[in-house]
């Protein structure tokens, strides 16, 4: 056997330059959720008070974004909704009603907590991104509502008002990494 025979093609790799462009130019392009495995691993291993700010950094973007979501929670009826995502360790605390609107990583439900709504992180992300209607979702038992259904249906009300995508507000933390974030 000849020794040329097991030689490899030296294809050239691309460089790290050309893979950020290709994959810049296609981010713009997937309507896609986001990848939903490295969401809940972020969300499992990042220190809590980093992930808690990094909740307060979404909540002043959404500020900037959509300015007008942040006033209409702040006009609810006072409230505090735990959002409970079944496969992560830990729940969210989000306070309407006043204003800064503020959101909240707790460990379990807070005492004074209005309404409870529950699902994966999967359905809690096509909910908020308006995929999929709630009520689907309630019926078919994928999202569980308890507590004041009115603070829930307000809150409701309001999302379903703005167009939000995850991928966009996490994106915009990073600055001008933000094709290479989503």
């Given at each position: 056997v000849a020794a040329n025979t097991y030689r490899r093609a030296r294809t050239p790799l691309?460089?790290?330059?050309?893979?950020?462009?290709?994959?810049?130019?296609?981010?713009?392009?997937?309507?896609?959720?986001p990848p939903l495995a490295l969401l809940r691993g972020a969300a499992t291993v990042l220190p809590r008070p980093l992930l808690a700010r990094l909740a307060d950094a979404?909540?002043?973007?959404?500020?900037?974004?959509?300015?007008?979501?942040?006033?209409?929670?702040?006009?609810?009826?006072?409230?505090?909704?735990h959002v409970v995502p079944t496969d992560l360790p830990y729940g969210f605390a989000l306070e309407v009603g006043r204003e800064p609107v503020r959101l909240r990583i707790v460990d379990e439900r807070p005492a004074m907590a209005s309404a409870q709504v529950s699902g994966s992180v999967a359905v809690?992300?096509?909910?908020?991104?308006?995929?999929?209607?709630?009520?689907?979702?309630?019926?078919?038992?994928?999202?569980i509502i308890s507590g004041n259904t009115e603070a829930v249906v307000g809150l409701r009300n309001v999302l379903d008002r703005e167009e939000l995508r995850l991928t966009d507000e996490l994106g915009a933390l990073c600055g001008p990494l933000r094709p290479a974030a989503r």
């Open positions: 691309p460089t790290v330059a050309a893979r950020f462009a290709t994959f810049a130019t296609h981010a713009d392009m997937d309507p896609s959720p979404v909540v002043r973007g959404l500020g900037r974004t959509h300015p007008r979501l942040l006033a209409n929670l702040a006009k609810l009826e006072p409230a505090t909704v809690l992300l096509d909910l908020l991104e308006g995929r999929i209607d709630s009520d689907t979702l309630f019926f078919r038992r994928d999202l």
